[in-house]
Nanobody, 115 residues
Framework: QVQLVESGGGLVQPGGSLRLSCAGSGSIFSIYAMGWYRQAPEKQRELVARITSDGSTNYADSVKGRFAISRDNAKNTVYLQMNSLKPEDTAVYYC?????????WGQGTQVTVSS
């Protein structure tokens, strides 16, 4: 099985920055698209950013220009740089590996944006 572990979340003031990391193991990492999702209480999990195996990226409109996804295949790691954070960014952030057979998810890391 693929194992994904997120880290880097925490409490930050509006306008601040955080960098999330997702470390993967147990599978061939470089051939898969990876994504960051988030889920706020009582809301559906939503896609935040996605990066393909060749480095192409997509972002939700709500974070475009503020967040940046990147990957280091040699380290089996994907990152999410989050700048200009807003209270509405508060959520649990999950790392996803897009396996056509079965997606894999990390345990999530909490991001709280509050003054």
């Amino acid at each position: 099985q693929v194992q994904l572990v997120e880290s880097g979340g925490g409490l930050v003031q509006p306008g601040g920055s955080l960098r999330l990391s997702c470390a993967g193991s147990g599978s061939i990492f470089s051939i898969y698209a990876m994504g960051w999702y988030r889920q706020a209480p009582e809301k559906q999990r939503e896609l935040v950013a996605r990066i393909t195996s060749d480095g192409s990226t997509n972002y939700a409109d709500s974070v475009k220009g503020r967040f940046a996804i990147s990957r280091d295949n040699a380290k089996n790691t994907v990152y999410l740089q989050m700048n200009s954070l807003k209270p509405e960014d508060t959520a649990v952030y999950y790392c996803n590996l897009e396996d056509p057979v079965a997606d894999y998810w990390g345990q999530g890391t909490q991001v709280t944006v509050s003054s």
